[in-house]
């Protein structure tokens, strides 16, 4: 059973820039994504940084863009979470509107220098609750919202296991995705990406990518970011044109 706690908490939230956008933003995007990603302290400060930086070069890059523009309202609203501790998630960047080069580079740039929270341990489980929580109080609507888990290990420590917080999550309409980031020895050859299938993925059209490493990680997330903006029909051809192109420049 989810924790009536968790239930009914807000995320605390490292700055409120999404209230401010609302006015002229409109009521509706097309998709609501949470980006939440390992910070657990198996992650050094290199390994963090190629991270963040992975991330920023995904979000702000032209066949990202290009599969946002593809949609009906050619708009994304983008939240960072970091994860580690058990009942420890941490919203680290709040709701921002993507629909063009510059509000793209503007999430990059807040992705990339949001102060790292404080983390241990992998509660894979407790962020997903919390990403969910943060979806139920975005201030736009979407018919589609997803959960991007990023990690490099699997669930340990949750309060509430993550498969069951999954459950949850499908269960609210909201699509968990995986990003299986295998540079443990003890985690390579797809058994990380296994684990991530098994505990994590749900919901309708749910996956889960691989990157080798974490040098890996901005073309993972690259791929990963066109998957999930274009997986409705009336984006998929042109945004799927675009995600190649963009990705033989890599």
């Known amino acids: 059973m989810i924790p009536r706690r968790a239930l009914l908490a807000t995320p605390a939230l490292a700055a409120a820039p999404a209230r401010a956008q609302m006015g002229a933003a409109g009521a509706a995007v097309d998709l609501l994504l949470v980006l939440a990603v390992d910070a657990s302290g198996s992650i050094d400060a290199d390994e963090f940084a190629l991270q963040r930086e992975g991330i920023a070069e995904a979000i702000a890059h032209p066949a990202v863009l290009a599969a946002i523009r593809s949609r ?31 509000s793209a580079q503007a999430a990059a740039e807040a992705m990339r220098d949001a102060p790292r929270s404080r983390q241990s341990y992998n509660a894979i489980g407790d962020a997903i609750l919390h990403a969910t929580a943060l979806i139920a109080g975005a201030p736009w609507r979407a018919e589609e919202r997803t959960i991007d888990v990023s ?16 459950d949850y999550a499908v269960a609210q309409g909201i699509v968990v ?5 295998e540079a443990s020895s003890a985690w390579r050859d797809g058994r990380l990406a296994a684990a991530y299938e098994r505990d994590v993925m749900g919901g309708p ?14 073309r993972a997330m ?29």
Do not use: C, Y
């Not at 990690?151 to 999954?166: C, F, H, K, Q």
């Open 72 to 102: 009906p309202r050619g708009a994304i609203g983008v939240a960072m979470v970091e994860w580690g501790s058990p009942g420890g998630a941490a919203t680290v960047v709040d709701w921002l509107r993507v629909s063009d080069a510059a």
């Open 151 to 166: 990690g490099d290990g699997p669930d340990i420590r949750s309060l509430t296991p993550a498969a069951e917080a999954r």
């Open 177 to 181: 995705n995986g990003l299986a980031i």
């Open 205 to 218: 059209g749910a996956f889960v990518m691989r990157a080798e490493d974490r040098r890996d990680f901005a």
């Open 222 to 250: 690259r791929a990963k970011l066109i998957r999930e903006v274009a997986l409705h029909p009336a984006g998929a051809q042109s945004a799927q044109d675009a995600g190649k192109a963009g990705l033989a420049r890599g």
